[in-house]
């Protein structure tokens, strides 16, 4: 099985994919990254490009399940609305390619992969590193993100 962790972004969305089965204990990571979108682009058109790189990432993965980050409630009206754009065009890719959605809260995640739900980035990259057997921590912080959401999804499955 194969899944798709998204940290959604408008400027940057952090993703990985990791693949279960196979005696791969936690499972295997098969890619992670960011996407960068132009941060002084209009924002539809960061929109349409966040939708057509994570329509890329379905057609070459064909996961399982995409598994997304819920926005979180800030201080900041304006950046939760535009967050919520965001994860708008990611849950249309997914839906239009058929692929089952899960959505998680940020201290869920956190809490699921950590054990804390106030964890900082770095600890959370340290932490993905380790259950994935990696060398190091995905990087940028964004991506480990994206993978931690994806590890969230196989662990409370």
Not at 61 to 89: C, D, I, K, Q, S
């Amino acid at each position: 099985m194969k899944v798709l962790g998204v940290d959604p972004g408008t400027s940057v969305t952090g993703y990985g994919v990791i693949e279960t089965g196979n005696g791969s204990g936690m499972g295997r990571l098969v890619e992670c990254g960011v996407i960068r979108l132009g941060g002084r682009s209009p924002l539809p058109r960061r929109l349409h490009q966040l939708h057509a790189h994570i329509t890329d990432l379905i057609t070459r993965h064909h996961p399982h399940a995409l598994a997304l980050e819920n926005a979180f409630y800030g201080r900041n009206v304006h950046t939760t609305l535009v967050l919520g754009h965001a994860r708008g065009v990611v849950l249309l890719a997914a839906e239009q390619a058929g692929v089952a959605i899960a959505e998680y809260a940020p201290a869920t995640i956190k809490k699921t992969v950590v054990g804390a739900g106030g964890a900082p980035k770095a600890q959370i990259g340290r932490v993905v590193a380790r259950l994935l057997r990696l060398r190091e921590a995905p990087q940028p912080a964004d991506a480990a993100d994206g993978v931690a959401v994806a590890l969230t999804y196989i662990l409370r499955t």
